[in-house]
T-cell receptor, first 111, second 115 residues
């Protein structure tokens, strides 16, 4: 079973601060996805990274896939209250159609 | 376009009762996934279907859980008999083979409470 460990588990910051969330595994993934989940809703896809070393930007969010395709990071610049939620990474090995989800990082951004 | 539809949104039942959760995937999607989410264990895959056929049910906790997909637009997850430890949020998700990198679309979930 492939495990995806996320850190930190919880993060409480003030509006305007920067933060980075990490997603680590000992397994190699064909691609890795980041989802955000808000209370009472299902996870929603933010981005998919496919190539080792790839960097993708989504407004204030920057996603990076590790060179060895075993890890990923999500950096948020100038966090806003609207960024509050549970962030989940999910990897696929390419040999099955299912995703392995990470342990999650719960982010709270306050005014 | 309608997203993944789940019903009911909330279910409260007593231990020992049968519970049936329902899911309508996005039209045209050929994969359907059932997940369970708890604070302790996070988001766990229970079972998934491809073209209505169960492919991997290794995540189903035990024989009390069963899932069916009689057609491309409907799936059920049944728990019989239910137990308090089954309390969780159950999500259904779907995706299309043609989508990039296994992107999945999740429903709003069913919050199950077993007392």
């Amino acid at each position: 079973t492939q495990l995806l460990e996320q850190s930190p588990q919880f993060l409480s910051i003030q509006e305007g601060e920067n933060l980075t969330v990490y997603c680590n595994s000992s397994s190699v993934f064909s691609s890795l996805q980041w989802y955000r989940q808000e209370p009472g809703e299902g996870p929603v896809l933010l981005v998919t990274v496919v190539t080792g070393g790839e960097v993708k930007k989504l407004k204030r969010l920057t996603f990076q896939f590790g060179d060895a395709r075993k890890d990923s990071s999500l950096h948020i610049t100038a966090a806003q209250p609207g960024d509050t939620g549970l962030y989940l990474c999910a990897g696929d090995t390419g040999t099955a159609s299912k995703l392995t989800f990470g342990t999650g990082t719960r982010l709270q951004v306050t005014l | 376009d309608a997203g993944v539809i789940q019903s009911p949104r909330h279910e409260v039942t007593e231990m020992g009762q049968e519970v049936t959760l329902r899911c309508k995937p996005i039209s045209g999607h050929d994969y359907l996934f059932w997940y369970r989410q708890t604070m302790m264990r996070g988001l766990e895959l229970l079972i998934y279907f491809n073209n209505n056929v169960p492919i991997d049910d290794s995540g189903m906790p035990e024989d009390r859980f069963s899932a069916k997909m009689p057609n491309a637009s409907f799936s059920t997850l049944k728990i019989q008999p239910s137990e308090p430890r089954d309390s969780a949020v159950y999500f259904c998700a779907s995706r299309s083979t043609g989508s990039s990198s296994y992107e999945q679309y999740f429903g709003p979930g069913t919050r199950l409470t077993v007392t």
